[in-house]
């Protein structure tokens, strides 16, 4: 059996005191493909422009970030690897899935059962990442290992497809402890995907929910997803399209009232246009220099923001126990 309580990095296991002050969801890279086509702020391809971001992080106490593009879709494992060990910041790579639209129709996502799939991201965390895997079956490895399983849905109902898919990381984060983060396009999602992953027998602690703070109209369903015990990711921090970060952190400070405080985690969800160091409206920084100071206005005491920088990331991303039920998920 693998060993648990360690937190799975691009460079090797460390132990969670280890991770640190800790992004939770970040993309450093996306190489040219289906997502860029779909948007060009999705190409993040610049080795240079983004050591540069993570080294500008590094000087305001950064420690970690989460990598949350999934093999298939742009990801450059071999880079993420090379930038973790340039700059000394902790790297967690993502196996698993996008959304749909970031791939081909024939992808082989769509192509493979869900015993090929759950394999392919086992192996992704036991044996090493797969490369060159945008446009041809994954064969080439590395020898870096991603430390999550990223998911994602586009409809209030997931249809079969993502269902296969979404049963394939199921049976993969119970064979090997690893979490699980879901994209989502609206709150409401969340508790859809929630009770999805549950049901198949993974542990809510082993679940984050992402992007739950695009809208701001109804609290009701963030305290619904902490009560689930249920990891919620705000990261649409410095997302001006969709609020200021003063409506951000009005949230930020109902949910710390309600006493959830060890539920939430934070991150900036990067792209090439809010990357400083491409030429982006925020950074890397943003978080430090003025989202966690506006916080600080606002009442959230020093012990909150570690809980949220430093503590839920680092329980978050640990490998928890494995509890297989292969023959339970297809």
Known sequence: MAATGIIRTVLGDISKEQLGFCHSHEHLFIAEGTPSRLNPVLQIDDFGKTKEELLLFKSLG??????????????????????????????IASTGFHKRSFYPDNHWLFRADVERLANTFIAEIEEGMYIQADKQDPKLQIKAKAGQIKTAIDEDSPGLICLHLLNAAAIASLETGIPIMCHTETHRQGIVVAEHFMKLGVAPENLIICHLDRTLNDYSVHRQLAHLGVYLEYDTIGRFKYHSDEEEAELIVQMLDWGYGDSLLLGLDTTRARLKSYGGEIGLDHMKVNFIPLLRQRGVSESAIADMMIHNPSHAFTRKKQNSQRGENK
Do not use: F, N, W, Y
């Open 62 to 91: 950064g420690k970690a970030v989460v990598d949350a593009q999934p093999v298939g879709c742009g990801r450059m494992a071999d880079m993420l690897t090379e930038v973790s060990k340039q700059t000394g910041i902790h790297i």
